[in-house]
């Protein structure tokens, strides 16, 4: 997944905001895990400006649709 990410970073740089936790070594990571509800790994957490969780994607995406999930935020 790191090369999809690392994609959209660079498209949509400047416009949005990319952070990579890693749960396992992150001391952060466990707590943002519970504060998002995430249980699997990847699981991507798409907040709105606001800070509102606009969609969370768990598991494998395709580039496209990770790139339209970021589309619809607000």
Do not use: H, W
Request: hydrophobic share 40%; glycine share 8%.
């Amino acid at each position: 997944m790191k090369p999809v990410v690392d994609r959209l970073e660079e498209k949509y740089a400047g416009k949005v905001e990319f952070r990579l936790v890693n749960v396992d070594t992150d001391p952060e990571g466990s707590a943002m895990m519970q504060k998002y509800g995430a249980q699997y790994v990847p699981t991507f957490v798409l907040l709105n400006v606001d800070g509102s969780v606009g969609d969370q994607i768990v598991g494998e995406v395709e580039e496209a649709k990770l790139a339209e999930a970021i589309d619809r935020l607000k």
